[in-house]
């Protein structure tokens, strides 16, 4: 089996070649090749990339991350793409779990640990959340080297996938902009469509938590994401009231009408006639009451009140809900 690790990068600074050379060095996995997608870099950061012929660059100019992460999986050679954040180190045996973890047939995605890069904070999550209405999330603890469980979500910090079942699913979509639930969404497209997304708590994979992005991310298109997949996903009822649930927020109308007025609707509708499962079911199983009781913590992502919000690190996302079974 070959793996090839997708890395989408825009001005990522130092980050990008330390990452890229954590995966060279750390990588105890026998085949695998690295495909950095530069969307539209201004900072220089793909000149310093490491010599190696297992790293090859591919050209994008502000796709924005779902097409991005698309590109990247059109260019991969491998039988498994691994879509990793430029700003990682690995564990020696991350693909071999992740890959492991992939091999039924019914699962989609996989997802590591994740700790805080650069921090003595020894807490680590795996998988994610909703926690309300607004559809917040909050990180699983991660019970130590233990076997693949279900999570609802896999966070896109890195997220493993074999190739042909990501085409089966559709790929991220492309209809969202630039930043935001790209991530919660195609794992929620995954689950309906009769996969499943799984968290590797073996595997870890130390993320910079950043208090502020490398890229400007407008709340208008966090926004937009959230309500489209709201409209691709939940029934009308629940639609409605995680729609209410955002509140008095400027541009909700107008966003909501931008949904309805693209390709949403058609999508929505094609979905439909092929999924397997429903959101009441999705709810019923991890999410009862559209939030979990006994998760407590600082949110790590959501529709944001008034500025773009960054990835929480699992210490401040950290979530005391059961782990589903």
Request: charged fraction near 25%; proline fraction near 7%.
């Amino acid at each position: 089996m070959d793996v090839s690790v997708v890395i989408c990068t825009r001005n990522e600074g130092a980050m990008l070649p330390r990452t890229v050379a954590s995966v060279l060095t750390a990588t105890a996995f026998p085949s695998f090749e690295v495909v950095v997608v530069d969307d539209g870099s201004t900072d220089g950061s793909t000149d310093d990339l490491p010599a190696d012929a297992r790293v090859r660059l591919v050209r994008g100019e502000e796709l924005g991350l779902p097409a991005a992460r698309n590109l990247g999986a059109a260019h991969a050679d491998g039988d498994v793409v691994v879509f990793l954040d430029a700003h990682c180190e690995v564990s020696p045996n991350w693909l071999d779990v992740l890959t492991a973890a992939l091999d039924p047939p019914d699962v989609a995605v996989v997802g590591p640990a994740f700790t805080a890069l650069d921090s003595d904070d020894p807490y680590r999550g795996c998988g994610m959340t909703w926690v309300n209405d607004r559809l917040e999330t909050a990180w699983f603890a991660a019970p130590g080297p233990a076997a693949p469980a279900e999570v609802p979500f896999a966070p896109g910090g890195c997220q493993a996938w074999r190739k042909e079942t990501f085409a089966a699913v559709g790929r991220f979509d492309e209809g969202m902009t630039r930043w935001g639930f790209e991530d919660i969404e195609i794992c929620l497209r995954a689950w309906l469509l009769g996969y499943r997304v799984l968290g590797a708590p073996a595997a870890t994979v130390a993320h910079h938590f950043r208090t502020e992005r490398a890229f400007v991310v407008e709340d208008e298109g966090v926004l937009h994401n959230y309500l489209r997949m709201l409209h691709l996903h939940l029934a009308p009822e629940r639609e409605a009231r995680c729609t209410e649930a955002v509140g008095a927020y400027p541009g909700l109308d107008q966003a909501r009408a931008q949904v309805a007025a693209g390709d949403a609707p058609d999508l929505r509708a094609e979905l439909e006639a092929v999924r397997v499962r429903d959101d009441g079911w999705f709810l019923r199983t991890f999410t009862p009451h559209l939030g979990v009781a006994g998760v407590t913590g600082r949110r790590a992502g959501g529709v944001p009140r008034r500025a773009a919000s960054a990835c929480a690190s699992p210490r401040g996302a950290r979530a005391g809900a059961r782990r589903p079974s």
